[in-house]
T-cell receptor
Framework: KNEVEQSPQNLTAQEGEFITINCSYSVGISALHWLQQHPGGGIVSLFMLSSGKKKHGRLIATINIQEKHSSLHITASHPRDSAVYICAVRFGGGADGLTFGKGTHLIIQP | DAGVIQSPRHEVTEMGQEVTLRCKPISGHDYLFWYRQTMMRGLELLIYFNNNVPIDDSGMPEDRFSAKMPNASFSTLKIQPSEPRDSAVYFC???????????FGPGTRLTVL
């Protein structure tokens, strides 16, 4: 069964802390997306990657294909980073759409 | 570009009524996706289109759900008859090509009483 697991489910941290959110999947994939869902409900695509690492501002996404694992890092976290972060993967070998993790609810306290 | 546009933003209806959700993708995007988000199940793909043609509708929960894309700039998701368990936020997203970032609309929050 194609599954996507995220950890932690909930994370509360202090402003300035380094944040790591993890995503593991069960079988080989062709692409992995990190999405951010704001408290108001809007969804923004942060990264799409199939290998290596990508960086945008204070956000860094890495993926290890062999270990079937990806991480999303936030450096110098800020209260405005508070959101739900969702990992989504496209499993290889088919025309399937994305399979989504349950999300990590992040709260950054000032 | 205004981004992906969805309407209505909120819909409250009674069980048994027909509901139609609308989506306008970003111009030039060849792929359009309909997703549903609930507390219990999170985000789920319902159906997606490539160049207006439905490619995979295996996520559509049952025959009460149908989706169309009559042209490149418009898609509808219809529920008939609606049931309380259909209450969710429905997102539409589009992307330029298959393996590209997906741009999400603001969602339609549907409540079926």
């Amino acid at each position: 069964k194609n599954e996507v697991e995220q950890s932690p489910q909930n994370l509360t941290a202090q402003e300035g802390e380094f944040i790591t959110i993890n995503c593991s999947y069960s079988v080989g994939i062709s692409a992995l997306h990190w999405l951010q869902q704001h408290p108001g409900g809007g969804i923004v695509s942060l990264f799409m990657l199939s290998s290596g690492k990508k960086k945008h501002g204070r956000l860094i996404a890495t993926i290890n294909i062999q270990e079937k694992h990806s991480s999303l890092h936030i450096t110098a976290s800020h209260p405005r980073d508070s959101a739900v972060y969702i990992c989504a993967v496209r499993f290889g070998g088919g025309a399937d759409g994305l399979t989504f993790g349950k999300g990590t609810h992040l709260i950054i306290q000032p | 570009d205004a981004g992906v546009i969805q309407s209505p933003r909120h819909e409250v209806t009674e069980m048994g009524q027909e509901v139609t959700l609308r989506c306008k993708p970003i111009s030039g995007h060849d792929y359009l996706f309909w997703y549903r988000q609930t507390m219990m199940r999170g985000l789920e793909l319902l159906i997606y289109f490539n160049n207006n043609v439905p490619i995979d509708d295996s996520g559509m929960p049952e025959d009460r759900f149908s989706a169309k894309m009559p042209n490149a700039s418009f898609s509808t998701l219809k529920i008939q008859p609606s049931e309380p368990r259909d209450s969710a936020v429905y997102f539409c997203a589009s992307s330029l090509v298959w393996d590209a970032n997906r741009f999400f609309g603001p969602g339609t929050r549907l409540t079926v009483l």
